[in-house]
């Protein structure tokens, strides 16, 4: 089990993943993980807040799930963010699901609102981007603040299971068992959405691939898929 502390640079550093890669901008998005039945660790926000991309661990608060601090201290010059229910409603959904990103890619809003739907357009290019969009990326239609938990169970409805949903006119959430596959996730759903953009802006049409492809698109392991994926978006990190 690794520390508290450990935890907090971990959710610090998967935010400056996902705002280095475009995936959210200014000051919005947020990144949460489990630690225990009642605590989850979330990206707060301060009075000297610098953006999503400037992360620091200690940004990163213990709550309760009912967003209160987690511990003496945990709020002090901290404000939970409006859209807490997105997480602990995600979380409380699915058990497998330890950590969640809620994120504004501008690519992955813009192809849900050219109605182009997410489908699996490409194969060995992003093979675990290519199975997520075999599975079903489902949208939640509305584009309201989700900042209750009623709006935060209507969310993880549209879900239906799968670990991401698209929030039409807002962003999207991406669930997964770490801050690693969760964030990952959020990067191939955008690499997806640009790659559908980039195909009809040039005049094509979107089409599945061939159904006998999907044998020869192996699950190459998470020391392949996760590990060094992890360790190469973290090394493209902007230098401190
Ligand atoms: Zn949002």
Redesign the pocket.
């Known amino acids: 089990m690794t520390s508290l502390d450990e935890q907090r640079a971990l959710v610090a550093q998967g935010c400056r993943v996902a705002a280095a890669r475009g995936l959210v901008d200014g000051i919005?998005?947020h990144l949460s993980l489990r630690v225990d039945d009642e605590h989850l660790l979330v990206r707060c926000r301060s009075d000297t807040d610098t953006g999503v991309a400037f992360t620091r661990p200690g940004d990163i608060r213990l709550l309760t799930l009912d967003g209160r601090a987690g511990a003496g201290g945990e709020l002090d010059g901290y404000r939970v963010p409006n859209?807490l229910p997105?997480h602990v409603e995600t979380l409380l959904a699915n058990p497998r699901h330890r950590a969640v990103a809620?994120?504004?890619p501008p690519a992955v809003v813009a192809a849900d609102l050219a109605g182009i739907a997410i489908r699996p357009i490409y194969g060995a290019y992003d093979i675990p981007g290519a199975w997520l969009a075999r599975g079903g990326v489902p949208v939640y239609e509305r584009a309201v603040?989700?900042r209750t938990p009623a709006l935060g169970k209507e969310m993880v409805a549209a879900m239906r299971g799968r670990p991401v949903v698209i929030?039409r006119g807002?962003?999207i959430t991406s669930a997964g068992a770490t801050v690693q596959q969760a964030v990952l996730q959020a990067i191939s759903l955008d690499a997806l959405a640009r790659m559908s953009l980039r195909v009809k802006g040039a005049g094509g049409t979107l089409r599945d691939i061939d159904d006998t492809d999907w044998d020869d698109l192996p699950d190459l392991g998470p020391s392949f898929t996760a590990e060094a994926a992890w360790r190469h978006e973290v090394a493209r990190l902007p230098a401190d």
């Open positions: 919005l998005g859209e997105i809620h994120l504004h603040l989700i929030c807002h962003g």
